[in-house]
């Protein structure tokens, strides 16, 4: 897949993420099917700490100069750390989603970017600004999977009846 097909998949994955996670009730983003699992709103204030201070800056960071060292993260702690879930949902929602726009845009406007450029990770190699981009639209698959997964657990919970009916998970 090409960059700019990845892109134009990033910007349409804004509207999955409205779509997936607007108009929840506080029970419905603040449920988990296990207690060391997340619930949809340290997702979406993991997905707004990733779009920033992750996929962003190091895929920008590689393209301008592939030698600067990233920042470090460290998305698990930041659950913690961050208070995720002394978080307002749905500001951070909105928050995601206008930073989102901010990567859209960016990326957009970028002109002959050198996608091959690579930083030397110490224990991942060399890691392309595509290799960024690239993750970056997984991430997205990944956390879009994990949203449906914990939508449905909650139907099936809520309901209190059998879903087998709409055929296997």
């Known amino acids: 897949m090409n960059q700019t097909n990845i892109i134009n998949q990033l910007s349409q994955n804004k ?17 988990r099917p296990a207690p060391e699992k997340w ?16 996929f962003r800056i190091r895929t920008k960071l590689v393209l ?16 913690k750390n961050r208070a995720y879930m002394s978080n307002d949902y749905n500001n951070k929602l909105t928050a995601f989603l206008k930073e989102r726009e901010h990567s859209i845009n960016w990326l957009q406007s970028l002109e002959s970017p050198k996608w091959d450029n690579a930083y030397s990770h110490e224990t991942f190699g060399d890691m392309s ?13 990944l956390h879009i999977r ?8 909650y139907l099936k919970q809520e309901s209190g009846v059998s879903l ?5 998970w």
């Open 15 to 31: 509207a999955v993420f409205n779509g997936l996670l607007t108009g929840l009730s506080e029970k419905e983003y603040t449920w």
């Open 64 to 79: 301008e100069d592939p030698t600067q060292v990233l920042p470090p993260i460290d998305p698990p702690a930041w659950v």
């Open 129 to 141: 600004a595509h290799l960024f981009l690239s993750n970056w639209l997984a991430h997205d698959y």
């Open 164 to 168: 087998d009916y709409a055929g296997d």
């Open 146 to 153: 994990q949203i449906l997964r914990l939508k449905f657990e």
């Open 39 to 54: 619930c949809l709103q340290e997702i979406v204030c993991h997905l707004y700490d990733e779009e920033r201070e992750d």
